[in-house]
């Protein structure tokens, strides 16, 4: 059983297109992050959520509290966006973890 | 900048060897996290600890032990190396109102 889902799996972009990744959840959350991990690199936080919208740059990050819902959006996307990103939802002082999208931005 | 640091980036081991992996993180928070991600499976919880000589197994504990001396300190420890036990370990810490959350630049162990 998986707390967290995400879609797609693996996704290859053209440079410039606009990605979007998605992020199911089951468990109640009091926040939920967004992660980057560049081959061989360790992993950053882009994003903490609890409600709404956040921007940063050419990513944006919304999450539906009431759909157990987040989406990951790249807009204008660039060779060196490609990392695998990956889910996190908070609950307590526990974080249960997608298993990742790995995305490949072609030039 | 600092946040959260790993005594080693690669490490290559024998099998029946013990191994410490030590993380220190710098910004005094209370629950810090051990999660091994291999190829296809993601990031998987080994142990964590929520205070100073606290710790609770978390989904895959098995071959592994824990030690946190010092708030700032969460050692992993593989009692005898297998090779299994190959994999990317990546240490966190979690804390504060807005739970921050960070990771550190992972460990990348090959037991041979």
């Known amino acids: 059983k998986n707390e967290v889902e995400q879609s797609p799996q693996n996704l290859t972009a053209q440079e410039g297109e606009f990605i979007t990744i998605n992020c199911s959840y089951s468990v109640g959350i009091s926040a939920l992050h967004w992660l980057q991990q560049h081959p061989g690199g360790g992993i950053v936080s882009l994003f903490m959520l609890s409600s709404g919208k956040k921007k940063h740059g050419r990513l944006i990050a919304t999450i539906n509290i009431q759909e157990k819902h987040s989406s990951l959006h790249i807009t204008a996307s660039h060779p060196r966006d490609s990392a695998v990103y990956i889910c996190a939802v908070v609950t307590g002082n526990q974080f249960y973890f997608g298993t990742g999208t790995s995305l490949t931005v072609i030039p | ?112």
Not at chain 2, 59 to 74: A, L, Q
Not at chain 2, 85 to 104: H, I, N, P, R
Request: aromatic letters at 12%; charged letters at 25%.
């Open chain 2, 1 to 112: 900048d600092v946040k959260v640091t790993q005594s080693s980036r690669y490490l290559v081991k024998r099998t029946g060897e013990k191994v410490f992996l030590e993380c220190v993180q710098d910004m005094d928070h209370e629950n810090m996290f051990w999660y091994r991600q291999d190829p296809g499976l993601g990031l998987r919880l080994i142990y964590f600890s929520y205070d100073v000589k606290m710790k609770e197994k978390g989904d895959i504990p098995e071959g592994y032990s824990v030690s946190r001396e010092k708030k700032e300190r969460f050692s992993l420890i593989l009692e005898s190396a297998s090779t299994n036990q190959t994999s990317m370990y990546l240490c966190a810490s979690l804390g504060g109102t807005a739970y921050e959350q960070y990771f550190g630049p992972g460990t990348r162990l090959t037991v041979t």
